[in-house]
């Protein structure tokens, strides 16, 4: 990894990767965003945001008698990348983050993911999330709460979506990390396993060139 360095990005050098790159295409909330950088290149993205659902606001869903700030892993994507680059980018954009801290992630066995890069990295797993619904209109649009794309037209199809794998990480000192443990609400459970596929994230060709330090 000594090829390798992470950066904190500013807006106009991860928004296009969000949008254009990870499979979403959608904007989110960000806090913070890091780069994975090799030969002055960004290779990666990886953004952390305060949660859509409130009742993680200061951890009230996760723990019981504690305030802790919450955040979720939102965005993560790359290039193709070199064996373990994608462990390391993680591991160092989640210590340059402020302690102490909790961080959820989901991923999303409807695209295909298991959620293989938490595990790789140490991730506490937490069960799934609340089913969701897509409904399908007659133009061949679709709406989910988590695309928010809306249409007009009569709806020929609800489906019903598999739930989300839950992820969680501690950040702080050991003292604090045991008090965390101590009171979350959440149980610990076995990783779930199922076949990962990587999606297309080609199609942002600007990137490639871009200078991260040239000030602009």
């Not at 106009?12 to 780069?35: P, T």
């Not at 090799?38 to 504690?66: A, E, H, S, W």
């Not at 007009?152 to 839950?166: A, D, F, L, Q, S």
């Amino acid at each position: 990894m000594n090829n390798y360095s992470v950066k904190r990005l500013l807006k106009q050098e991860y928004m296009e990767w969000i949008l254009k790159k990870h499979y979403a295409k959608r904007r989110c909330s960000v806090s913070y965003a890091f780069g994975l950088i090799k030969d002055l290149q960004i290779l990666g993205v990886c953004t952390f945001g305060y949660p859509p659902n409130y009742m993680y606001n200061k951890g009230r869903c996760l723990f019981n008698d504690l305030e802790v700030t919450t955040l979720e892993l939102n965005r993560l994507v790359t290039n193709d990348l070199d064996k373990n680059c994608l462990s390391y980018f993680v591991s160092q954009c989640l210590k340059l983050l402020p302690q102490p801290m909790a961080i959820i992630s989901y991923a999303d066995p409807n695209v295909n993911h298991t959620g293989y890069i938490y595990q790789a990295t140490n991730w506490y797993y937490t069960g799934t999330s609340t089913p969701k619904k897509r409904y399908h209109f007659e133009d061949g649009s679709t709406f989910d709460i988590r695309r928010g794309i809306h249409t007009k037209g009569n709806i020929v199809k609800v489906e019903k979506m598999k739930p989300t794998y839950r992820y969680l990480y501690l950040l702080g000192n050991k003292k604090e990390k045991k008090n965390m443990l101590r009171q979350l609400k959440m149980k610990l459970l076995p990783y779930p396993k199922a076949n990962n596929k990587r999606y297309d994230s080609s199609d942002l060709e600007m990137y490639m060139q871009n200078d991260l330090f040239n000030g602009e």
